[in-house]
């Protein structure tokens, strides 16, 4: 896990928890299809996982 990840925002967050919608906050997504990259580190990935149904990801081999 030394790359880093492409994370895109696909679905909106009208109507889900307010839970979900502080983790795709967290990750630092802010409208639908909108990307961030962020290193691909365990609590990312976490992160992922939670609100996987909302977004894309990609991995890409670019390190630090």
Same mark, same amino acid.
């Given at each position: 896990m030394s790359g880093k990840l492409k994370i895109t925002l696909t679905r909106g967050l009208s109507g =889900? &928890?307010?839970s979900? =919608? &502080?983790v795709v906050?967290?990750?630092g997504?802010?409208?639908v299809n909108?990307?961030?990259i962020r290193q691909d580190t365990p609590e990312i990935r976490?992160?992922?996982e939670k609100v996987k149904f909302l977004l894309s990801v990609?991995?890409?081999g670019d390190s630090i």
């Amino acid at each position: 896990m030394s790359g880093k990840l492409k994370i895109t925002l696909t679905r909106g967050l009208s109507g =889900r &928890r307010e839970s979900q =919608r &502080r983790v795709v906050k967290g990750l630092g997504l802010t409208r639908v299809n909108r990307s961030v990259i962020r290193q691909d580190t365990p609590e990312i990935r976490g992160m992922v996982e939670k609100v996987k149904f909302l977004l894309s990801v990609e991995e890409t081999g670019d390190s630090i």
